[in-house]
Structures are given as C-alpha cells and as structure tokens.
C-alpha cells in the first residue's frame, strides 16, 4: 500500500518534540495587558466612556436622521426634531470637551 505525504507512521514520530509541544503553551499577543498605573487606568477608562457616549450619539442623530426621512415612520416628526436637535447638541458638547481635554 503506498502512503500519502500527510500519513506519519508511528515510529517515524520524534518522541522528544511531541514530549516539547505537550508542554509548551502557546500565548497569544492578543492576551497580553502591560502593568498600567492607576492614573493611566482612570484615563483610559474616561476616554473609553467619552468614546462610547459620542458613539451612542452619533448612532441616534443617524438613526433620528433617518426615521425623518422615511415615510413609513410612524413617530412624532416633532417630537423626533427635537429628540434630533438635542443629540447634536449634546454630541457638539461632546466634541468641544474632547477637544479641549476637559
């Protein structure tokens, strides 16, 4: 019987190198989180919650934009006006704290 490439037979196994790959644990770079001070923790955790409020923000001036626009919408369009006109308002607020590093 002939043998394909990917077929290993038993005794042509490298027994120490199998003995290696059982004990060697793999980590990936993905899992790696350097030492971060206190300080650096709070800064992130700021800029993360800004990050996260512009985002909310941006996603309902779109999604007011476009239930305006859209025909079939049955809410309050001034109701949504003013939902819209305060989104951008906070949303600009947002950006001119971020820029200002407030």
Same mark, same amino acid.
């Given at each position: 019987?002939?043998?394909?490439?990917?077929?290993?037979?038993?005794?042509?196994?490298?027994?120490?190198?199998?003995?290696?790959?059982?004990?060697?644990?793999?980590?990936?770079?993905?899992?790696?989180? =350097?030492?971060?001070?206190?300080?650096?923790? #709070?800064?992130?955790?700021?800029?993360?919650?800004?990050?996260? /409020?512009?985002? !909310? *923000?941006?996603?309902?001036?779109?999604?007011?934009?476009?239930?305006?626009?859209? =025909?079939?919408?049955?809410?309050?369009?001034? #109701?949504?006006?003013?939902?819209?006109?305060?989104?951008?308002? /906070?949303?600009? !607020? *947002?950006?001119?704290?971020?820029?200002?590093?407030?």
């Amino acid at each position: 019987s002939e043998m394909s490439e990917f077929d290993v037979a038993p005794q042509q196994e490298n027994v120490p190198t199998r003995d290696l790959l059982k004990k060697m644990s793999v980590f990936s770079t993905w899992h790696y989180t =350097p030492a971060v001070g206190a300080q650096e923790q #709070e800064n992130n955790k700021k800029t993360s919650d800004v990050e996260i /409020d512009k985002l !909310r *923000l941006e996603y309902t001036v779109e999604k007011l934009e476009n239930d305006l626009r859209d =025909p079939n919408c049955t809410r309050d369009h001034d #109701e949504m006006r003013a939902e819209l006109k305060q989104a951008r308002r /906070d949303l600009s !607020r *947002l950006k001119w704290k971020r820029r200002l590093g407030l």
